[in-house]
Nanobody, 120 residues
Framework: QVQLVESGGGLVQAGGSLRLSCAAS????????MGWYRQAPGKQRELVAT???????NYGDSVKGRFTISRDNAKNTAYLQMNSLTPEDTALYYC??????????????WGQGIQVTVSS
């Protein structure tokens, strides 16, 4: 099993910043993609940002220019730096990690979600 531990969420005022972390542990042979998704009440889960093993990134349109995803491969950890937060960023943020447990066994794991609340 691959476990994901998310941290760094909380309550922040509009215009503020937060940094989320997602640490992967367990039976990991290699990690390919790491990413963040979010789901606000009454809305579908949406892409926030992803990063490949080579460092290529992809962002959802609503966070481009404000959020930055990064990863520390030695620590199997992904980060999401969130700046200029607005109340529209309020959501449950989920970490996603995919890779291989063994040479021929893939995994795709999700974290339990961490709350980010932005007050106006």
């Amino acid at each position: 099993q691959v476990q994901l531990v998310e941290s760094g969420g909380g309550l922040v005022q509009a215009g503020g910043s937060l940094r989320l972390s997602c640490a992967a542990s367990g039976r990991i042979f290699v990690i390919n993609g790491m990413g963040w998704y979010r789901q606000a009440p009454g809305k579908q889960r949406e892409l926030v940002a992803t990063i490949t093993s080579g460092g290529s990134t992809n962002y959802g349109d609503s966070v481009k220019g404000r959020f930055t995803i990064s990863r520390d491969n030695a620590k199997n950890t992904a980060y999401l730096q969130m700046n200029s937060l607005t109340p529209e960023d309020t959501a449950l943020y989920y970490c996603n990690v995919n890779g291989r447990k063994h040479q021929f066994v893939e995994f795709d794991s999700w974290g339990q979600g961490i709350q980010v609340t932005v007050s106006s």
